[in-house]
Every structure is written in C-alpha cells, then in structure tokens.
C-alpha cells in the first residue's frame, strides 16, 4: 500500500515539496529567484506554500537582491536558480555576497542524477562538475542525491550561511530527485540554529587590560560589526575608553557619524592612516585590514593591534596582533564588562594610591623635604597627559585636516550632489549604491544617518550591485523609501529590473548619474597613460526607458536634485531620477610617499 502523502488539492508530494516545507520549517518567509527547466519541481512547488516569491529578471540581479535582503534582514535570503547558465549567472553576486558577509543561501537544479559525475550524457546545461565552479566563491557547496536528504542538505546549508561570519553557501539537487514522488511526511520542523563564536576569555582579559592601559587607544570598526548587529556595544566600548573610532566603507554606520570620537570613514586619506598609526593599541573589529580598509596597504602600525575577527582567514591575514577569533558582538560584550571591571579596579587602586600619598606626605612633612628626581617627573608629567590632547580634540583636529585637504581640490560640485542627496534621503532610509564615483564619495563623506542603513558593493566590486540590491532592501520593508545611486555604465546592468519593481510596486527610487560612460575608469586611465580607451557609451534616454515601464521619471540637474530627489523618495512605487553630470573622485593619498 502506498504511503505517499497527497496535498489537500490530492497532488503527490515531490522533492520540490520537501524543499519549499524545509525552507518554511527553518523560518523562511522570502525566496528570490527566477525558473528554469530543470528546477521546475521547486517552482511549482512554491504555489502551493506560503512562501513569498520575488522574481527578477537576470539571476545575477536576484543575486544582489537576496543579498542586501540577507543584509537589511540580519538573516538568511534563499534564492532559487536552474542548472548550468542559470547557475553560473548568479557567481558575480555570489562573490559580492561572500565579500560582504551576507547569507545567501543559494539553491540550484542539477541534471538528472545519471549525468552526475563527469559522464557525458549531453543533458541540456550539463557540466562537468557544476558545483566545483561555486567551491572557490561560497562558505560550502552541498548535494542532495536523494529526496530524503533534502530536508537535512537544507538544514545544514541555512545552518553554514548564518554562522558567524555570514556568507553564502550552494545547494544542488538533480532535477529528478525534484520531481520524484516522495512517501516522507511534511517538512514541520528542522533545526539549524548556529553555533555561536565566543571569544576566549583569556584573550578578552589581555585585550582589556591592553586597552584600559593605553593613552591612545583608538578603534577601527568595519562591515563585521554592522553584519553582527554590534553598534551598541561597539558605542559603550568606545565611550568607556573614549577612543576615538574610524569606520571602514563596509562598517558605515557603525558608530555614529556625528558622535565627537567619532573619525567617520575617510579611510582613503593619509591624515586617517597617520591617526591610526599613532595609536599605541589599535583595536580592530571585524576588518581584515584588507586594501580599502588600510589606504591600498600603506598603513604601518606603531603600536599594539588587537583584532577581533570572525573569518578565521583574515586574522592576522595583514599585520601581527593579539588576534582573537569571534563574533563581534560577542567579543565587544565581553570587552565591555572587562574594561568596566578593570576600570572600577583601577578606580579603587587610584583612591588607595591617594591615601598612600596623603600618608607619605605627611611623613615627608615630618622628615623634611625630598628632591624628585627625573624618573619621577618624568611619571608624573605621563600621569597628567602631558602634551597629548583630549580624544574629542584630536578628532576634530583630524577631520579639520581632512576638510582642508578635500577643500584644497576645487570639488564643490561632487559635494553639493552628495550634500543634495544626503538631504533628500529620509533619516533610517536605506541607500545602495552601485560602483561608481558618486558612490567612492559616498564610502568617505556620507553619512547613513542610522544603522545598516548603507549597503554598497566595495566587497567584491562588480557592476551592476545598487538597483537590484534596492529591491531587496525594499521587499524587507516595503513601508520605507530605499534609495539606488548607478552611474550610466552600471545602470545598464540592471535595467530589466524595472519590469521587476513596477511588478511588486517596490518603493525604490534609482538615481542614475549618467557621465557618457564608466567614469571612474575614464579617470583611472587618463591619469595612467594620458587618455582613456573603452570607457565612451552609447546609452538610451532613460527618461523615456524608464517611462516604458510605467515608472514615473526625471531628468534633474544639480541645482534641483534635492527637490526632484525628495519628490521621487516620498511618492508611491518605483521612480527614476537621471542626473547628467560628470563628477571628479578627490586625490588620492597612497600614491605619496
């Protein structure tokens, strides 16, 4: 007698079935994605849970989208793809998602099992080994073989792209494993809750007591203090110490942009190298010091550095430190109560040291006055800070320099765009921006205005990230504006996007700077070899493009961006602003010796 378990519209579960139960079961309320023959199984399977689809228009761009989704969610973005060119379409946003941390999990049809394995069957979309191109990109690769496998394969790739660091992971299953019936009952629970990165307790005394005995401790906070949820706790540390902190392009908004420690993210600037040099213990939480984060590997600690870091890979990866592998949030709520610990113990020390000295001065009185010699004031001068300034101080004393430096350049037009938009932008809206120069502004001189609020693709790099990673922003909460910001160039990664934003209604308004071509390149070259090649572009009137969509456009200039801006971010639905404009990058600072 069969034991297979129909649906209530009497249809026989499949693999397709076990996949969507299993995605419901682990939490899931949001898949991305978009059909294609071999993965037909999971897609008709969706019609019948209570899953909500969003589907795109290119896989990369669902990539993207499942990506800032991952990010603005703290959680995980399942994405649904076929096999062969569906798949390999999805690496590029795949790498930016391993890059910046962010959960993807990734699931893709195979060919039938009997072409698994090198054979040459000729399947349509066949590889030689599909899932080999996904190992040097992802956390983990994982194949389910059969469909009782299915809800466990799922499991534990959920489980691997949520523990610490985040990061996206791929899941194949042949296509006829998805359509074979299945006598397993529904998928109701699975577990994969992930283990938790705690840091060593000895490893958090040293960097205490490292730290609470620093004169300039300062704190260089990156995109793993945002991913972890960790702004609170990185904000009491550095108040109890009153370091001053820097954030990375990828921590932007981790502290607060207008708080008097804080070093904001000119990270492209020598006066911010220098500061972070001079620090005698540096303390970096969740960056590897990679190129962006220390001005292209210019940056040469004199002090102590403690790095708190959950990819074990990058620990130590680029300078000696008293490493400590962990989660951020867990490493910096650990340090807090040492520091405050060591604090109150330095406290009670310094009130028994004045009774001492009250003592010893008395007796001094008795016997006669005693010469001090150079070591004690020498102690002494140390004791009272001499000759070095209030942390608040020399924070305002650097962004001064900074300011001067960029005032020194004639870029009054890039800062009054990036002005405009920082005004038109609600403060908590989200902004995401894709690869170009408005956006390396943008990871310096703007301010989020809130947490999580900026997502960019400065991780990996590519093309292509602002637009469709606002649609994912926007299918996470759909009751606040996202704003997009693409150059020309990048634009036309993601223009059949538009179709996907006026299907959903989602709130996105896309800013696209159109300059004639990829201008960021354009000034590479020039300033390399004395003109550029194969940075020109034909592009459309995307004025008119957009409005083909159904989507309400405009063409602005710099002196009514903010209001064309404001306008478009508080009405309804979807909305494009196009800004004819070329705009010049600051000079750079890692090119002087």
């Known amino acids: 007698m069969s034991t297979i378990h129909p649906t209530a519209t009497g249809h026989r579960r499949n693999g397709g079935d076990l996949v969507v139960e299993s995605l419901a079961a682990l939490g899931a309320g949001t898949v991305f994605g978009l059909p294609g023959q071999h993965a037909l199984g999971v897609f008709d ?27 603005a969610t703290h959680g995980v973005a399942p994405l649904l793809v076929s096999t062969g060119p569906g798949a390999l379409m999805t690496l590029a946003a795949l790498q930016e998602a391993a890059a910046g941390s962010a959960a993807v999990l990734a699931i893709g049809s195979q060919v039938p099992l009997a072409g698994i394995g090198g054979g040459r069957h000729g399947y349509l979309h066949e590889l030689t080994d599909q899932s080999a191109s996904f190992r040097g990109v ?64 000895e ?21 793993g203090v945002v991913r972890a949820g960790a702004e609170a706790e990185l904000l009491a540390l550095a108040e109890q110490l009153r370091a001053p902190v820097a954030t990375t392009f990828g921590g932007k908004g981790a502290f607060p942009w207008e708080h008097p420690l804080s ?47 959950a990819d074990l890979g990058k620990l130590e990866s680029n300078h000696a430190a008293l490493g400590i592998h962990a989660d951020a949030r867990a490493a910096l709520a650990a340090l807090v109560t040492a520091v405050g610990a060591a604090t109150a113990a330095g406290e009670d020390e310094a009130v028994g040291k004045d009774e001492r000295d009250g003592q010893a001065a008395e007796a001094r009185a008795d016997h006669g006055p005693r010469k001090t010699g150079p070591a004690e004031e020498a102690e002494e001068a140390g004791e009272a800070g001499a000759g070095t300034p209030a ?75 602002g637009y469709p990673a606002a649609l994912g922003v926007a299918v996470a909460d759909p009751a606040r504006p996202v704003l997009a910001v693409s150059g020309d160039g990048g634009a036309m990664y993601s223009i059949a996007e538009l179709a996907t934003a006026r299907q959903y209604d989602l709130p996105v308004t896309w800013l696209i700077v159109d300059d004639g071509g990829y201008g960021i390149l354009r000034e590479y070259m020039t300033d390399a070899f004395g003109e550029a090649t194969a940075t020109e572009l034909t592009r459309p009137d995307f004025v008119a493009l957009a409005g083909s969509f159904g989507i309400p456009a405009v063409r602005t200039s710099p002196e009514r961006l903010g209001t064309d801006l404001a306008a478009a971010l508080a009405a309804p639905g979807p909305s494009v602003v196009v800004l004819p404009a070329r705009l010049r990058m600051f000079a750079p600072t890692h090119l002087e010796s």
């Open 263 to 309: 070093l904001r993210s000119w990270m492209e600037d020598r006066h911010t190298t220098t500061f972070l040099e001079d620090a005698d213990t540096l303390l970096v939480v969740g960056s590897g010091l990679g190129e962006l984060s220390s001005n292209y590997h210019t940056f040469r600690p004199l002090g102590q550095v403690v790095q708190i870091e």
């Open 45 to 71: 399977a969706l019609r019948r849970s209570a899953l909500r689809y969003v589907g795109l228009r290119v896989e990369n761009n669902a990539g993207f989208a499942a990506d800032a989704y991952a990010r």
């Open 138 to 201: 992802v956390k983990s690769v994982h194949t389910a073989r059969t469909a009782s496998q299915i809800p466990s394969a799922v499991a534990a790739a959920w489980e691997s792209a949520l523990s610490a660091p985040h990061g996206p992971v791929w899941l194949e299953i042949p296509q006829d494993v998805l359509l074979a019936e299945v006598d397993i009952p529904p998928v109701t629970q699975l577990d994969a809750t992930p283990r938790e990165l705690l840091p060593r307790p």
């Open 203 to 223: 490893l958090i005394a040293a960097a205490a007591s490292r730290l609470t005995r620093a004169r300039r401790p300062v704190i260089l906070a990156g995109g």
């Open 391 to 465: 942390p608040e101080a020399a924070v305002a004393a650097l962004l001064a320099r900074v300011h001067d430096r960029i005032a020194g350049q004639q870029l009054d037009l890039e800062q009054r765009i990036l002005a405009a938009v920082r005004d038109a932008l609600p403060d908590g809206a989200v902004s995401c921006w894709d690869m170009t120069i408005l956006a390396y502004w943008a990871w310096s001189a703007f301010d989020p205005r809130g947490t999580n609020a900026l997502h960019s693709a400065q991780g990996a790099g590519g093309l292509g990230y």
